[in-house]
């Protein structure tokens, strides 16, 4: 099962940022956090991962807590091609048991409007 | 930037008859993951390969669907017979994943349609 709650649905006005939030609670301290989206018709795109520092890259910014229960998915100037359904995931490390496979949630679908 | 790539991109078949499908992964990625994905779910792992071997398939209706990646490269996920209910998303990914941690990347999949 999932180990991450997100809202289902989102909306946010084109060129402003869009911050999507994912609670998981239960993480461990071997899990890292991983963001990936999906486009209709298209298989998921991977965003970004972290495990205990913010981290930083060319489509988006991750912001983890201090206690790691909870993350923020930070889409600094959202276009409409950001409209898409958005997947938070923790991920045991595949040199670990039963590791390196995405167990999948609902996502959040997120929806960027003119 | 290499891409993970599926074929055929769209399948229809008749409930009863046999289907295949293909994925050939990012050259050099030692993990290959083949997902289904049923409109409006998030995609569910139906088995997972390190190099030639299978690690997870405990998902995998082993009745039905077999998955092999003979000489750690490509590999086929095929179903027998094929059933209404198969109708799906199929998505294969892989990963680098030799000692460190790296992310999955996805195939655009193959749409599958039981009639």
């Known amino acids: 099962d999932a180990k991450t709650t997100q809202p289902p649905s989102m909306d946010c006005a084109e060129g402003r940022a869009a911050n999507l939030p994912c609670n998981h609670s239960?993480?461990?301290?071997?899990?890292?956090v991983y963001w990936y989206r999906q486009i209709h018709s298209q298989g998921p795109q991977y965003i970004i991962h972290g495990l205990k520092n913010n981290e930083t890259n060319e489509m988006a910014s991750l912001i983890i807590t201090e206690d790691r229960k909870s993350s923020t998915l930070i889409l600094p100037h959202a276009t409409l091609r950001d409209t898409a359904v958005y997947y938070c995931i923790v991920r045991v490390p595949l040199f670990y048991n039963q590791g390196g496979k995405l167990i999948f949630g609902q996502g959040t679908e997120l929806s960027v409007k003119p | 930037e290499a891409e993970v790539a599926q074929s055929p991109r769209y399948k229809i078949t008749e409930k009863s008859q046999a289907v295949a499908f293909w994925c050939d992964p990012i050259s050099g990625h030692a993990t290959l993951y083949w997902y289904r994905q049923i409109l409006g779910q998030g995609p569910e792992l139906l088995v997972q390969?390190?190099?030639?071997?299978?690690?997870?398939d405990s998902q995998l209706p082993k009745d039905r669907f077999s998955a092999e990646r003979l000489k750690g490269v490509d590999s086929t996920l095929k179903i027998q017979p094929a059933e209404l209910g198969d109708s799906a998303m199929y998505l294969c990914?892989?990963?680098?994943?030799?000692?460190?941690?790296?992310?999955?990347?996805f195939g655009n999949g193959t749409r599958l349609t039981v009639t």
């Open positions: 990914a892989s990963s680098l994943d030799r000692g460190f941690v790296s992310p999955l990347h």
């Open positions: 239960t993480i461990s301290g071997n899990e890292y």
């Open positions: 390969f390190q190099d030639e071997s299978v690690v997870d």
